[in-house]
């Protein structure tokens, strides 16, 4: 079970970055003795990898703040988001890790099941995060971009560290996404309906 938690929390980091939870998985198997990597996965640990996520990380970490280019970033990382959480999922419930001694082989025979996993659940984040990122830039004139999006990459790396430090706290940040989720559709609602009441003069 622990391996299940293990996985969706990097899954589920991976919907707010894409490239935290690989970047912790392989910096840990490298550089530590918190994470091994089996076999299939253990390019995640390659040096030039490694070089090439950070760059990666580091481009999406500066773009995701700029109010506007924010959202052609969610749109690009359609496809990254849930492509991460597909290979973080899958790596994760295969690692030997601090809390995972002996991981269980849940997927032996059907590999492709635990990266569909991961899709589905980075997807969820990603595109609830997509779309609260326009709510916050047009509520705050754009100065809570780069706040979000800070409080973004700090939840992301909480959960790839809790994922494989403590996976039962994956627990605490599955219920905390899901209340942020309640909150954000709620305020959409009330804005929706605020504007049904009081439309705007035509011009």
């Known amino acids: 079970m622990l391996e299940v938690l293990t996985g969706t929390g990097l899954a589920l980091a991976a919907g707010l970055n894409a490239w935290i939870p690989l970047v912790v998985l392989g910096a840990l198997d490298r550089f530590t003795g918190l994470v091994e990597l089996p076999p299939a996965w253990a390019w995640l640990s390659n040096e030039w990898v490694l070089l090439i996520l950070v760059v990666l990380l580091v481009l999406e970490f500066i773009a995701d703040k700029i109010p506007g280019f924010d959202s052609v970033n969610d749109l690009v990382q359609t496809v990254v988001r849930p492509t991460a959480g597909g290979l973080a999922f899958s790596s994760g419930i295969d690692a030997t890790t601090v809390a995972v001694t002996d991981p269980e082989a849940f997927f032996a025979s059907q590999q492709w099941i635990p990266i569909a996993i991961g899709v589905v659940l980075a997807l969820g984040v990603h595109l609830a995060k997509a779309t609260a990122r326009p709510v916050v830039n047009t509520a705050t004139g754009g100065v809570g971009a780069p706040v979000a999006s800070t409080a973004e990459d700090l939840g992301s790396f909480g959960l790839a560290f809790a994922a494989i430090l403590a ?7 599955i219920m905390a996404l899901a209340v942020l989720v309640i909150v954000l559709v ?16 035509a011009p």
Request: hydrophobic share 30%; charged share 45%.
């Open 167 to 173: 996976p039962v706290l994956v627990l605490v940040g």
């Open 186 to 201: 709620r305020r959409r609602r009330r804005a929706r309906r605020a504007r049904e009441e009081h439309p705007s003069p």
